[in-house]
């Protein structure tokens, strides 16, 4: 197999991502190559009065009907083309299209009178997109192999082994002497070298400056990874004695030390809260850090419905202290998992819940849609509590941001969990959307949607899997 891919794009998927778009974007040409053929027959035969012979005429029709079929091929096999440099990959496939299209395009310029011919500049054309594409000695090769060949057939044409096919019209029948032909070689020879040399040097310079990008990228990756190891050794340490303390606060407001007065129990109350607070922000700081960190993920069968319904268990006896209603509403017919790492599902939709249990205050309601939505499952939870303002909207997922109006609220928080939320959502293959005013908020509460879409799995048999819908609530 002939190497083709630079040693520095074995492991690029940006290199790979390119050459595909380029076959793609060569495929969708050519199937206009070849109804501009027909059209090239049908409008010269009919309106401009080419007077092509039945040679031609059968040549344009079956060259029209090649491109379509061979092209078609191609566009079937692409993708199952892959990128594996030692096997047959996208760069293989651009140069079989490369080969088949200039070989089809000396096909046209011979039955159009070859050095007669109006359609040199489509060679050009093919050297501008073949120096972008194929490795430069590669395409300075093809270059000077067609360069050759079309000498040749100029050649055999002025000696008369070779048919000439004009185009009646505008390709006159004149006896031209033989320095004609050497200067129009030459200078199509010298167009076509020059437009190879030129743009093979601008594509080479673009294809130096992303390498460099990428070692620049790499580099960056090494020191944030740096970054998130000291993050979570500094914040480890800081975890410690947060835990220490919350442990001394548990035991004596158990009272294993003895009594406790109740001015004293109520700070001691008060400093548990705070260490809570602490420890869940630590705590999520160590999460999204080992998340950029590991760039990695459990990949098992998940269903959200059933995540949901711990989350509404675990927490039913502080939602009913708050006389939150959480209401459930389970439109799908067979429950398919999705793909991906638990307890890091867990994590964003106890963030997500806790966010809505926290602002809805006593007596609130939340609303939980779970439904697909084309490939995904689409669980939207909707508050009736304090909103977020319109203007804080496009920030609620930064880090350590909250929106203005929670600081009117008596609840604490960092500003981590959104965060984290969206980046658990992200190494899922998901989107995560957030609306505000909600549809079940009013005037006074308008609540907030939070929108998640996660890719689902498709099992083999759906029944397999199937069970009664999520309904209810608390």
């Not at 083709?4 to 940006?14: I, Q």
């Not at 029948?173 to 004609?180: H, K, Q």
């Not at 759906?462 to 999520?470: M, N």
């Amino acid at each position: 197999m002939i190497k083709l891919v630079p040693g520095w794009a074995y492991d690029y998927p940006e290199f790979w991502s390119t050459i595909r778009r380029r076959n793609l974007w060569l495929i969708k040409i050519r199937y206009l190559a070849s109804l501009s053929v027909l059209a090239f027959l049908l409008l010269g035969e009919y309106l401009l009065d080419f007077q092509l012979n039945q040679t031609q005429i059968i040549a344009f029709i079956i060259i029209a009907i090649s491109i379509f079929l061979y092209n078609v091929i191609i566009h079937l096999i692409r993708p199952k083309v892959g990128t594996d440099p030692i096997r047959f990959n996208a760069l293989h496939l651009s140069l079989v299209q490369m080969i088949l299209d200039l070989s089809t395009l000396m096909l046209v310029i011979y039955f159009t009178g070859i050095i007669e011919s109006p359609l040199h500049v489509f060679f050009i054309f093919h050297m501008v997109i073949g120096s972008l594409i194929l490795p430069g000695i590669l395409i300075k090769a093809i270059c000077v192999i067609y360069i050759s060949i079309y000498a040749l057939l100029v050649f055999l044409q002025r000696v008369d082994i070779v048919d000439t096919f004009l185009i009646k019209g505008i390709s006159e029948n004149v006896v031209r002497p033989w320095n004609y032909d050497i200067l129009f070689i030459v200078v199509f020879a010298s167009m076509m070298i020059i437009t190879v040399l030129i743009t093979n040097q601008i594509a080479k310079n673009l294809l130096r400056r992303e390498e460099q990008l990428r070692q620049t990228l790499l580099k960056l990756n090494e020191v944030e990874k740096s970054k998130q190891k000291y993050l979570i050794g500094v914040v480890h340490e800081i975890k410690t004695p947060i835990t220490a303390i919350k442990s001394i606060v548990d035991i004596i407001l158990q009272k294993f030390l003895g009594p406790v007065s109740e001015p004293v129990e109520d700070k001691l109350i008060r400093i548990r809260e705070r260490s809570n607070e602490g420890l869940y922000l630590i705590n999520s700081i160590l999460k999204i850090s080992k998340l950029k960190l590991l760039e990695k993920r459990d990949n098992r069968k998940i269903f959200i419905g059933e995540i949901i319904a711990d989350y509404v268990e675990n927490h039913s006896d502080d939602l009913k202290s708050k006389r939150i209603t959480i209401s459930i509403n389970d439109k799908r017919k067979f429950r398919r998992p999705v793909s991906g790492d638990e307890e890091l599902l867990q994590l964003a939709i106890s963030n997500i819940m806790s966010n809505s249990a926290k602002y809805v205050g006593e007596g609130g309601l939340i609303n939980i849609t779970i439904e697909y939505e084309e490939q995904f499952l689409r669980i939207e939870f909707a508050d009736n509590g304090i909103g977020i303002p319109e203007k804080d909207l496009p920030r609620i997922f930064d880090q350590f941001y909250r929106a203005s109006n929670t600081r009117r609220h008596k609840s604490e928080g960092s500003g981590l969990g959104l965060s984290l939320v969206k980046e658990i959502i992200n190494h899922h293959s998901g989107t995560i959307e957030v609306e505000s005013p909600s549809g079940i908020g009013d005037d006074k509460h308008p609540g907030s949607s939070f929108i998640i879409k996660l890719p689902y799995i498709i099992e083999e048999d759906d029944r397999i899997t199937s069970l009664e819908p999520l309904s209810g609530g608390l």
